[in-house]
């Protein structure tokens, strides 16, 4: 993700700044709503260099521009949730724990803000 001035990550609604795409990233109902289990804020929960190259810095060994950032999961709260892709997965999502407005969803992300800490090799 970009980081600001501040060494946090740019928030926003693209692959390079923390927050999701919606619609893209998870399914939104006909209410705006978004559900768990239907995808979310795609991350990795083992070792940076799991991540696509094109995702990863070159001191992480690709060829990426911008650093990795992370978050104990512990400090999502009770609005996001973090869950493999698959079981066995390298593949995260930050999603949704309970149903919710996509917008609020989105805000939790960026109110996770303070927690995310680049990590470095």
């Not at 768990?36 to 795609?42: E, K, L």
């Not at 190259?53 to 999502?76: C, E, N, Q």
């Not at 009770?78 to 066995?88: D, V």
Request: proline content about 10%.
């Amino acid at each position: 993700m970009m980081a600001a001035d501040d060494g946090k990550p740019v928030c926003g609604a693209t692959k390079r700044n923390l927050g999701a795409c919606i619609p893209g990233d998870l399914d939104v109902d006909s209410a705006g709503q978004v559900r768990p289990r239907t995808g979310g804020m795609s991350v990795t929960a083992t070792s940076p260099r799991a991540l696509p190259k094109h995702r990863r810095p070159p001191s992480w060994g690709g060829t990426g521009k911008d650093p990795v950032f992370g978050i104990d999961a512990s400090m999502l709260g009770g609005t996001l949730a973090a869950r493999p892709e698959t079981q066995g997965s390298t593949h995260w999502f930050v999603e949704p724990a309970h149903i919710q407005a996509a917008y609020d969803y989105q805000r939790a992300i960026w109110t996770s803000r303070p927690f995310w800490e680049e990590v470095n090799p």
